[in-house]
């Protein structure tokens, strides 16, 4: 594998051509194709080009005196796959494709055809190949429910030692992520009053566009069945938690020591605990890999909603972009899903 050249050494139509397609403008300015992705994104994709141009400066130095598009030929690109041959089929899609975006943002109206074959097929080896870091880990949102629902129930008692506390709250955590499989850092940032908003049995949770991905605004209200376990946390356990901070907290999800818990601490919790309840460390973002397994199973219909139920407007995970449209009656449409499964399951043992 090539080393990234530094964006510093970029010749200045490739570097130009990036800080342009990264642009963030305000209300009266113009703001570039990818001006609304996060700094993370953006810099994946900044190493991603970096590791092309590195290529070619060790393969075909000559190659950088060509403007960008011109360069990126098909065959320069295909003989970069085989120099990538040893790394993983996502990696590969991820690298060649930051090369075509950066191309087609320069020349829209050119024709990329022969590089979307190209795209296609990775997409195709991707699908193939699978990813070793969910073999196995991918669970149905019913058995994850049913674990975090368990855990609530066997500590929703008197709180008599912190353990307790934080054993409901991790189950409330997991019976959340089952049915309302957000990304990671919306689910950690939840604040009582604002993102979370309990009205008597009601509960809605609201997110602006600073805690989605591609700041977008997304909404839904918590099922039913989830309502239980949430109110159990934040009527039990939430409170003895706060009891052994020094400050006033607004976060939903307290640490031991009554302090917000941080992206870090929650991925660790969820993973942990899981893999004390089932055997399987299951990540925070593995609970949306099992809502869209689970709505494939259930159903045709369900299996439609998946892109509202993970925010998406594409079926594509590379191109997705949170939406509020449908969230509400795709969450009701999960927990059905789930009823649906207890009840087979209830029947058939």
């Known amino acids: 594998m090539s080393h990234a050249l530094p964006i510093q050494q970029w010749p200045d139509a490739d570097r130009n051509a990036f800080d342009t397609l990264f642009t963030q403008g305000g209300l009266l300015d113009d703001q570039g194709l990818l001006g609304h992705w996060r700094s993370n994104s953006c810099k994946l994709m900044e190493i991603q080009y970096a590791r092309w141009l590195g290529w070619l400066l060790m393969a075909e130095p000559e190659a950088l005196t060509l403007m960008p598009c011109d360069r990126a030929t098909p065959a320069r690109l295909r003989a970069w796959l085989t120099a990538m041959n040893g790394l993983a089929p996502a990696t590969r899609l991820g690298h060649v494709g930051a090369v075509v975006r950066l191309c087609r943002s320069i020349a829209p109206v050119r024709s990329w055809s022969a590089h979307q074959a190209i795209l296609a097929g990775l997409h195709r080896s991707v699908k193939q190949h699978g990813s070793p870091r969910k073999a196995g880990r991918v669970l149905a949102s019913d058995v994850l429910f049913d674990a975090g629902a ?200």
């Open 150 to 349: 368990h855990l609530v129930f066997d500590n929703a008692g008197p709180i008599t030692h912190p353990n307790q506390a934080v054993r409901l709250r991790d189950g409330a955590m997991i019976c959340l992520l089952a049915l309302m499989p957000m990304r990671r850092r919306a689910l950690s940032e939840l604040a009582l009053g604002t993102s979370l908003r309990v009205e008597g049995a009601h509960m809605a949770i609201y997110l602006d566009g600073a805690m989605t991905k591609n700041r977008q605004y997304w909404e839904a209200n918590v099922p039913d069945i989830l309502s239980e376990q949430l109110a159990a946390y934040l009527n039990i356990a939430r409170p003895a938690l706060l009891a052994r901070s020094s400050y006033p907290q607004n976060a939903v999800w307290l640490g031991r020591n009554g302090a917000p818990l941080n992206i870090g601490q929650f991925t660790r919790a969820i993973k942990n605990r899981t893999t004390s309840l089932l055997k399987v460390g299951v990540t925070p973002h593995l609970f949306r890999d099992a809502a869209a397994t689970t709505l494939t199973r259930a159903s045709p219909t369900s299996a439609r909603m998946i892109k509202p139920i993970l925010g998406h407007t594409s079926t594509r995970i590379a191109e997705a972009h949170y939406i509020q449209a449908d969230t509400i009656a795709a969450g009701r449409g999960l927990a059905v899903a789930l009823e649906a499964f207890k009840q087979e399951r209830d029947f058939g043992g």
